[in-house]
């Protein structure tokens, strides 16, 4: 039975495999944003919850059924930068999307010939938004994108027009 799973990455007990989560946290926080116009408006400030981090730690052995340590390590190092939900018991637990930023291995065990016989893995993940894409009406149109970059939002068609453009620039056409 799945304890839990993320990626295709599973942590269970079952007959031939004991896989669990040690330890488990989260954090959440607020993040401010205040931005002081020079110009003389009133200075603003946005308030939000910053991005949700979990970390999570296991141990895999040979006793209890993870027959090849080195190449688990191996998948967890190919899956850095990789986002899934992460579903415990039968839920998505945190966001709907977890990115996995760290993966830290310790606590090696292993025989003379080099075999791991045990390693502890420490999991970092966080909360994983979707950029706007560049082909998004709500970029180009100039309307309000929460997650739109800097380098996708533009003046809007009004605004280019209304800009004056220098007398030299009127001369040389």
Not at 2 to 10: D, H
Not at 15 to 31: D, G, H, N, V
């Amino acid at each position: 039975m799945a304890m839990a799973y993320w990626n295709g990455m599973m942590w269970e007990c079952s007959p031939s495999t004991i896989t669990y989560l040690e330890s488990l946290s989260t954090s959440y926080s607020m993040k401010t944003d205040t931005n002081a116009d020079k110009e003389g408006n009133a200075p603003t400030e946005q308030v939000a919850l910053s991005d949700e981090e979990i970390s999570l730690s296991t141990t895999y052995r040979i006793e209890t059924g993870t027959s090849n340590i080195k190449e688990v390590i191996g998948q967890w190092k190919l899956m850095i930068g990789l986002a899934a939900p992460l579903i415990i018991g039968s839920e998505v637990f945190g966001p709907d999307n977890v990115q996995l930023q760290n993966v830290s291995v310790g606590s090696v065990s292993m025989r003379p010939d080099g075999t791991f016989t045990a390693a502890s893995l420490s999991f970092k993940f966080k909360e994983f938004r979707e950029e706007v894409a560049e082909g998004d009406s709500t970029a180009k149109t100039g309307g309000s994108a929460g997650n739109a970059s800097a380098v996708s939002v533009r003046a809007s068609k009004a605004d280019r027009a209304s800009r004056k453009r220098p007398r030299s620039y009127l001369k040389n056409e």
